[in-house]
């Protein structure tokens, strides 16, 4: 299955949501980098993955995290 064919059917199953629960966590690579994770979970449809960025050894901050969550999840959200 080629990606496009994958993002067209994960965002078949989404678009018709009325309700996301947003999944935002920290983890580790293989390379132990700070990694910041968004995923969105659907009942009945399970987890998907949205996005990551290296945090490198940043302190990362309340306005940090609101602020690429808004673009993240407005990108999702309205489909851009």
Do not use: C
């Not at 449809?45 to 990551?52: A, K, T």
């Not at 940043?58 to 407005?74: E, Y």
């Amino acid at each position: 299955m080629l990606y496009a064919d994958l993002k067209a059917e994960v965002t078949s199953k989404l678009a018709p949501q009325e309700t996301f629960y947003f999944i935002l966590d920290e983890s580790t690579d293989i390379s132990a980098n700070r990694m910041i994770n968004l995923s969105v979970y659907i009942p009945r449809l399970g987890s998907f993955f949205i996005d990551n960025t290296d945090a490198f050894s940043a302190t990362l901050n309340a306005a940090f995290f609101v602020n690429w969550f808004i673009n993240l999840v407005g990108d999702f959200v309205y489909n851009d």
